[in-house]
């Protein structure tokens, strides 16, 4: 069995749009999904990319992916990578290649100089969580998520002075 890593192509969209909805499903929030997966390509592969993707392999079969992009620890005073969606078919888990996907964000983190590797895990999702936490991840309890969307970020917007 070999596993590998690449950088996804515009090629790749409508598997990636697929691991997205598998990974929905997964995470039993398929009913939150709406991307349109022309515009998703866009903003993955367009002139100004908003994220990059890498596709895990298994002896040259598609089985996974991860999708994350740069944020910024102004205490470290570098950049980091988030995690945004990890995800491995699971006739293939078990293999080795949610491991090596992140590794390689990990190998990316050190190439690029960044401070450090975060994501979010869902607090039912124990499998992940074990594994995360047998590869080095710590939860940071202490931290509260906070999201404004929809009616409130127009809201919040529209308060904005020019």
Not at 51 to 59: Q, S, T
Not at 79 to 98: H, K, M, T
Not at 155 to 161: Q, T
Request: proline share 5%; charged share 25%.
């Amino acid at each position: 069995m070999t596993l590998s890593i690449r950088p996804a192509t515009p090629a790749d969209l409508p598997l990636i749009a697929q691991f997205i909805r598998d990974l929905a499903d997964y995470e039993k929030l398929a009913h939150e999904v709406r991307f349109d997966e022309a515009k998703l390509g866009e903003k993955l592969f367009g002139p100004r990319p908003y994220a990059e993707v890498v596709i895990g392999e298994i002896d040259g079969t598609a089985q996974g992916f991860a999708l994350f992009f740069h944020n910024f620890s102004t205490f470290e005073g570098r950049p980091g990578i988030y995690l945004e969606d990890l995800f491995v078919r699971p006739d293939a888990r078990g293999s080795g290649l949610g491991k090596a996907l992140l590794a390689h964000l990990a190998k990316l983190c050190v190439e690029r100089d960044c401070a450090r590797l975060e994501w979010w895990v869902l607090d039912w999702n124990t499998p992940s969580i074990g594994f995360y936490q047998s590869l080095g991840a710590k939860l940071m309890d202490e931290w509260t998520v906070m999201r404004v969307d929809g009616a409130a970020l127009t809201g919040l917007a529209a308060s904005a002075h020019a």
